[in-house]
């Protein structure tokens, strides 16, 4: 399973983007993008922002689940309060007919189980509460690029641990 | 007064005489301050810890009385240590209810450093990344303004600077403060 995570302000401008893979079932945590494919991730994530506005407002919830599909790309959602939106997209590794599939609960064998649902909800929270600490910093600037490193940093914890 | 009792007497007066306001309130309204100076002066982080500084001084000329008041010790410290006990246990306890570690003490009993385990002015603060705000801005500057200002009336000249930060990926928040001199009462001029 590979993730591009990314973080989009208010006017649906990009705050920050991060490229993981999955660390469990012994995953090394390195994103495996089809290289051919990696830069439309972007457009991708974009284009779900109209089903991510229309759903926004149905449920009572931050966390939206997962919204969209293209092709093998799995577009999970969170929306904060002021409106910013959390954009997860998940691609399941595809695998050849020779490789011996994992237990079919396992994360990302099956992007929209229960498990990798509840999975993404626990890595969206954590990353909601760092998020709330780094724009509470009075150097940042609502709708600012995120620069900190520190929350680099914690996003990519909440990868390891929960992704 | 010793150690425990100063320590004793801002716990009371923290308990009893203290108006609270959000911690919050606090962080954000200083952190304002600080980040709106750094724009005003195009983040020259040395002119911005020059204002601090002074704004500090300001409160602290105002702010002594205020502690005196809700202290109620009219009594003078007999030397520099027990005033360094006095401000770290019963004023910052009071004001913020934190207490620096009085620490480093030079031999001849005129300089300290102050160690603060907790800065409730630096909560969610992260400095700006441009490469100079880490080695140049002192975040919590006010502070030295505060004691300088505050100790100024009560007779005592004092430098006091930050010599480390947490805010700049030090280990500990530490305030180095040095008595300069005890300052005599001065005649006012004789007019002729």
């Known amino acids: ?163 | 007064m010793s150690s425990n009792r100063a320590a004793r007497l801002g716990e009371e007066i923290w308990k009893t005489r203290i108006d609270k306001v959000s911690a919050e309130l606090v962080t954000l309204t200083y952190g304002t301050i600080v980040a709106q100076l750094c724009k005003d002066f195009d983040n020259d982080y040395i002119e911005v810890n020059k204002q601090l500084d002074r704004m500090g001084y300001n409160i602290g000329l105002r702010l002594i009385e205020d502690f005196l008041a809700k202290s109620n010790t009219m009594k003078r410290c007999s030397n520099f240590r027990e005033t360094a006990e006095m401000i770290a246990k019963v004023g910052f306890k009071i004001f913020l209810n934190i207490t620096p570690m009085v620490t480093n003490w030079t031999n001849d009993n005129k300089q300290f450093s102050l160690v603060f385990e907790e800065n409730p002015l630096a909560d969610f603060v992260e400095l700006p990344d441009d490469g100079r705000a880490q080695d140049e801005l002192w975040f919590s500057n006010i502070f030295c303004g505060v004691l300088r200002g505050a100790l100024e009336m009560v007779q005592m000249q004092v430098e006091a600077h930050f010599i480390s930060d947490i805010l700049r990926g030090n280990d500990t928040t530490e305030m180095r403060v040095s008595l300069i001199r005890y300052i005599d009462d001065e005649l006012p001029p004789e007019d002729d």
């Not at chain 1, 284009?47 to 966390?63: C, F, K, N």
């Not at chain 1, 990353?127 to 490193?149: C, D, H």
């Open chain 1, 1 to 163: 399973m590979s993730y591009h995570f990314i973080i989009l302000g208010t006017q649906d401008n990009p705050l920050f983007s991060y490229v993981l893979g999955t660390s469990k079932q012994g995953g090394d945590g390195q994103a495996r993008f089809p290289p051919s494919a990696a830069h439309l991730n972007q457009f991708v994530l974009h284009s779900s922002l109209d089903i991510a506005e229309e759903v926004q407002w149905g449920t009572g919830h931050l966390y939206l689940k997962c919204i969209d599909k293209f092709f093998n790309n799995y577009i999970s959602c969170f929306v904060t309060g002021s409106n910013t939106k959390f954009m997860l997209l998940h691609q399941p590794t595809q695998q050849g007919p020779g490789v011996t599939t994992r237990s079919s609960a396992a994360i990302g064998a099956n992007p929209t189980s229960p498990q990798t649902e509840e999975a993404i909800r626990a890595f969206f929270q954590e990353v909601y509460e760092s998020w709330v600490k780094t724009v509470m910093s009075p150097f940042y600037g609502l709708n600012k690029e995120i620069r900190s490193p520190v929350f680099r940093q914690k996003v990519a914890a909440a990868g390891r641990k929960y992704l």
